[in-house]
């Protein structure tokens, strides 16, 4: 059964540092994907990774994928109180029409 | 607006009454996945369309629930017999077909906020 687990689930910082969240996930994948939630909002696509060593850049935010070790990083530079939201990542689940996975969203707030 | 669209955006209910959702995915988008949130969680997967075929279905789901979409187009999930525990936010998403896809870029309606009092 393929799971996917978030680190740190809470995440309070200060505006202007640097920190990064964490994805494993337990099956080979291909393929995840980072989406961001703001307070009773719907999901918003963020990131799609498709192979190993993939690294996507948006602004303050960099994910990058390395299937080997089934990490994906999802890194905050030098954060902004806009960033404020929960994020989700989710990985596809092949051999079911191609389900997401999803982590249990890490939830982070940007203090000023 | 071409994206996801739900209706409707909240809906109150008693328990025991039954509660229907629409949902319009991107007109090019031939899948179609229903998910239900609860605070603090992840999406949960409940059901997926290709097309008309309700494909997959999950095991979690109760026979109160059922989902159609008649012709390939807009989809509903009905909630027969509600109970206080299907108080969450039902999400809908579409993506491309698999077939012509790259990946499985999902795209995410606002939701149907549903509380069962």
């Known amino acids: 059964e393929l799971k996917v687990e978030q680190n740190p689930l809470f995440l309070s910082m200060q505006e202007g540092k640097n920190y990064t969240i964490y994805c494993n996930y337990s099956t080979t994948s291909d393929r995840l994907y980072w989406y961001r939630q703001d307070p009773g909002k719907s999901l918003e696509s963020l990131f799609v990774?498709?192979?190993n060593g993939a690294v996507k850049q948006e602004g303050r935010l960099m994910a990058s994928l390395d299937t080997k070790a089934r990490l994906s990083t999802l890194h905050i530079t030098a954060a902004v109180h806009d960033l404020s939201a929960t994020y989700f990542c989710a990985v596809d689940m092949r051999n079911s029409n191609y389900q997401l996975i999803w982590g249990a969203g890490t939830k982070l707030i940007i203090k000023p | 607006d071409t994206g996801v669209s739900q209706d409707p955006r909240h809906k109150i209910t008693k328990r025991g009454q039954n509660v229907t959702f629409r949902c319009d995915p991107i007109?090019?988008?031939?899948?179609l996945y229903w998910y239900r949130q609860t605070l603090g969680q992840g999406p949960e997967f409940l059901t997926y369309?290709?097309?008309?075929?309700?494909?997959?279905k999950s095991r979690l789901l109760s026979d109160r629930f059922s989902a159609e979409r008649p012709k390939g187009s807009f989809s509903t999930l009905e909630i027969q017999r509600t109970e206080q525990g299907d108080s969450a936010m039902y999400l809908c998403a579409s993506s491309l077909p698999w077939t012509s896809a790259v990946y499985n870029e999902q795209f995410f309606g606002p939701g149907t906020r549903l509380t069962v009092l």
């Open positions: 369309f290709q097309n008309e075929a309700q494909l997959e």
């Open positions: 007109s090019e988008h031939n899948r």
């Open positions: 990774l498709l192979s």
